[in-house]
């Protein structure tokens, strides 16, 4: 079973700043298979990056994914107060079916 | 547009049982995967299991295999996720999601959520 590690759990920061959350899977995964998706409070999970690397549907350019193997990134280039939430990396794929990590907290600073 | 609307929020005892549903519409409901996963209070998400509606190709996430069930009804483009008895720690947000394509995916549509509070 894969397990994935998100880091770090909370990440304090501000509005503007750069933000690098990264996600660690147990074992060698393929990118095509990792997601990361952005929660709100009281708010239904929202995919942002699907492929490790390629945007979802509407989702700004300011958000990018990187990583292969076990080490996956989410980078928001300059952060909005909309921004802040909590992200969820995702591996989907053979038995079990999928995982997710337990989450990163981005708050303001 | 695609979308998925979860049934409304439940209050339940526990050894209850309960049919939670999911129903899609704007797309072809038998030819994209959906899955429910599952939110406790305050925690993160939590993958139960999924469906394919056209083949009822029904996977479990281990820890939830025998302790729910999920269905989906074709004809009327639902699917669901049922307890037979409830217990105080099922209290939770339930979600269904959608694949982004015919095949194991990401989830791109999401439903606004089941609340299910099991309580005596």
């Known amino acids: 079973e894969i397990v994935l590690t998100q880091s770090p759990g909370t990440l304090s920061l501000s509005p503007g700043e750069r933000a690098t959350l990264s996600c660690r899977a147990s074992?060698?995964?393929?990118?095509?298979?990792l997601a990361w998706y952005q929660q709100k409070p009281g708010q239904a999970p929202r995919l942002l990056i699907y492929g490790a690397s390629s945007r979802a549907t509407g989702i700004p350019d300011s958000f990018s994914g990187s990583g292969s193997g076990t080490d996956f990134t989410l980078t928001i280039s300059r952060l909005e107060p909309e921004d802040f939430a909590v992200y969820y990396c995702?591996?989907?794929?053979?038995?079990?079916?999928?995982?997710f990590g337990q989450g990163t907290r981005l708050e303001i600073k | 547009e695609a979308q998925l609307v979860q049934s409304g929020a439940e209050v339940k005892k526990p050894g209850e049982s309960l049919k939670i549903s999911c129903k899609g519409s704007g797309y072809s409901f038998t030819t994209y995967w959906i899955g429910w996963v599952r939110q406790m209070p305050g925690k993160g998400l939590e993958w139960m299991g999924i469906i394919y509606p056209s083949a009822s190709d029904i996977r479990y996430s281990p820890p939830f295999q025998g302790q729910v069930t999920i269905s989906a009804d074709k004809s009327i483009s639902t699917a669901f996720l049922q307890w037979s008895s409830l217990k105080a720690s099922d209290t939770a947000m339930y979600y269904c999601a959608r694949t982004s394509f015919n095949y194991l995916s990401a989830f791109n549509i999401w439903g606004q959520g089941t609340m299910v509070t099991v309580s005596s």
């Open positions: 995702q591996h989907f794929g053979s038995s079990p079916g999928i995982t």
């Open positions: 074992q060698s995964v393929s990118s095509s298979y």
